[in-house]
């Protein structure tokens, strides 16, 4: 089993900063493609950024040019810049990982979600 543990959330102005993290850990072999999607009140869970093994980064048309995906393959760890922020960036962000593990298999993974709020 794999588990995911987010931090970095909170509650922030029009135009702030946060930084996401999220954690893997169990007895993972492997991390492939890890990412960060996010789920507003009443809306589907949308992808926001993924970040490949290699480095290669996706984004979403809406955050490009204010958002950063990043990861640390040795740490099994994955982090979201998020500059620039807008009132509509609120939601809850969910951390997403693919993981090979000698248990389990290929898998995806999610973490349990830590809200962003950004309000005046």
């Known amino acids: 089993q794999v588990q995911l543990v987010e931090s970095g959330g909170g509650l922030v102005q029009p135009g702030g900063s946060l930084r996401l993290s999220c954690a893997a850990s169990g007895t993972i072999f492997r991390a492939n493609a890890m990412g960060w999607y996010r789920q507003g009140p009443g809306n589907q869970r949308d992808l926001v950024a993924a970040?490949?093994?290699?480095?290669?980064?996706n984004y979403t048309d809406s955050v490009k040019g204010r958002f950063t995906i990043s990861r640390d393959n040795a740490k099994n760890s994955v982090y979201l810049q998020m500059n620039s922020l807008k009132p509509e960036d609120s939601a809850v962000y969910y951390c997403?990982?693919?993981?090979?593990?000698?248990?389990?298999?290929?898998?995806?993974?999610w973490g349990q979600g830590t809200q962003v709020t950004v309000s005046s």
């Open positions: 997403n990982g693919n993981f090979a593990t000698w248990s389990s298999g290929t898998r995806d993974y």
């Open positions: 970040i490949t093994r290699s480095g290669v980064t």
